[in-house]
């Protein structure tokens, strides 16, 4: 069975930062691209960060600027996303992805999907 276990959510001040980690089983974790994807109200879903476990090529999102790091220990089949800097406009739910697909920004569409798990910044 695919699981994809988020933890790492909650509740900090404009400027803070959180660390998110995705604990990945029931899969080989090298053949997928892993990371995070966030939906926030009333808006499209859009990519955060996406790792290769296989040869550690990462991407991000424009919104990212530098603030955000992903990282993956594959001893651990676990995808971390330190996230600093944050801003109110951060708030969402962020979403544990593995899919097969390049890591372009829909590349979660097509894959394992984790629960979720809120971000909220307050101002």
């Known amino acids: 069975e695919v699981q994809l276990q988020a933890s790492g959510g909650g509740l900090v001040q404009d400027g803070g930062f959180l660390k998110l980690s995705c604990a990945a089983s029931g899969f080989t974790f090298n053949d997928y691209r892993i990371g995070w994807f966030r939906q926030a109200p009333g808006k499209e879903r859009e990519r955060v960060s996406c790792i290769s476990p296989n040869d550690g090529s990462t991407y991000y999102g424009d919104f990212v600027k530098g603030r955000f790091t992903i990282s993956s220990d594959n001893a651990k089949n676990t995808v971390s996303l330190q996230m600093n800097s944050l801003k109110p406009e951060d708030t969402a739910v962020y979403y544990c992805?593995?899919?097969?697909?390049?890591?372009?920004?829909?590349?979660?569409?097509?894959?394992?999907w984790g629960q979720g798990t809120q971000v909220t910044v307050s101002s």
């Open positions: 992805a593995a899919s097969k697909d390049p890591c372009g920004t829909t590349w979660y569409r097509r894959g394992y």
